[in-house]
């Protein structure tokens, strides 16, 4: 089911939350909205769903309006942050609580519910209650519950923020695989750079109530439309009035990734000198903190090989070499929150 998000803008009170917002949202892609607080993606998230009224604009799923309906009319699946699940229930009595709703018949539902246990991979825990599970376990239960009345959308705020990272980190790859399995249209909000660029096959980057860009996680990291996707989405160097590797002055500023920061113990024609002031060892990568001659700090990401090979020390004058350098026509839309 695709969705089709035409000129949508919402107040509250003074605060203009979306500003004539348009978006595409392909049939059966995953799609992550991105943005920091205040940026408009949970309240995007919930126009779609139906649990906020635009005060303008129209909202189509898969080619009928759906503006105006109710919100248990539009067939959509929503799995909150905080799971929202009935702790006097069981996880078999909460993922079957919305075919008991609609009088599904009693064999049916056993047989529902029993393939998203299999399919939530918690078989041998349906009669556990919500506070025997893990917080973990606990939202793949309140996923089951969404995708239980096989819903024509699945949409998702903030599903893992409540969970520590490395319980993160597994369910991210859970729910892609989860989503590819399903094969059902899902949108998730999160402000979290690496889940999105994790999760999703597409990204939606919001800002200020407005979309900065839509594309790919890797056309969002490596093609950025504007200085603040560019700033929020991935670690970057932001440096003003430096002069750029021909020599000529860069238009200011410039922006330049720290893995794109090359350090060299030597000078070369296009290099400039820097100080390291700290150096953090990552386990994986090595994370230098720089200072150039008129104190612009920047940082500089180098394997532990690079690291090893160059012998390097805090307070040692390297030489950096700048790759891979971008600048905008515009910077007014530096991140900012």
């Not at 009928?64 to 905080?82: A, K």
């Not at 996923?143 to 369910?171: C, H, I, M, T």
């Not at 700290?278 to 008129?294: C, E, F, T």
């Not at 070499?321 to 600048?327: G, H, Q, R, T, V």
Request: glycine share 6%.
């Amino acid at each position: 089911m695709s969705i089709l998000v035409e000129n949508i803008s919402k107040h509250f009170g003074q605060f203009q939350a979306l500003d004539q917002v348009n978006l595409v949202v392909p049939d059966g892609k995953l799609i992550a909205l991105l943005g920091p607080s205040g940026s408009g993606k949970s309240t995007l998230l919930r126009a779609i769903a139906g649990l906020e009224s635009p005060d303008s604009g129209a909202i189509w799923i898969n080619g009928q309006n759906m503006t105006h309906l109710d919100v248990q009319h539009r067939q959509i699946g929503f799995v909150f942050q905080h799971y929202a699940l009935f702790k006097h229930l069981t996880v078999r009595q909460n993922i079957a609580f919305g075919l008991e709703i609609r009088r599904i018949k009693a064999a049916e539902i056993r047989t529902r519910v029993n393939e998203l246990l299999d399919l939530i991979q918690l078989q041998g825990l349906g009669d556990r209650y919500p506070n025997q599970l893990s917080g973990g376990q606990r939202q793949r239960v309140a996923l089951a519950r969404a995708l239980a009345v096989q819903p024509n959308v699945l949409l998702l705020d903030e599903p893992f923020g409540a969970l520590d990272a490395q319980v993160r980190k597994d369910l991210r790859h859970w729910l892609r695989n989860l989503h590819h399995e399903v094969n059902l249209t899902s949108v998730f909000v999160t402000h979290d750079q690496e889940e999105a660029l994790e999760v999703a096959d597409q990204i939606v980057v919001m800002n200020c109530g407005k979309i900065e860009q839509v594309g790919t996680p890797q056309e969002i990291y490596e093609t950025p439309a504007t200085p603040f996707v560019m700033q929020f989405v991935g670690e970057v160097n932001v440096l003003p009035n430096v002069v750029a590797q021909d020599h000529r002055q860069a238009r200011s500023p410039i922006f330049v990734r720290p893995h794109a920061v090359k350090i060299h113990s030597q000078p070369t024609p296009a290099s400039l000198p820097a100080t390291i002031t700290d150096i953090l060892h990552r386990g994986w990568d090595v994370h230098l903190k720089l200072q150039l001659a008129d104190h612009t700090p920047l940082t500089a990401h180098i394997n532990r090989d690079q690291w090893a090979d160059l012998n390097l020390k805090t307070g040692q004058c390297v030489q950096i070499e700048l790759s891979e350098i971008k600048a905008f026509a515009s910077s007014k839309h530096h991140l900012n929150f």
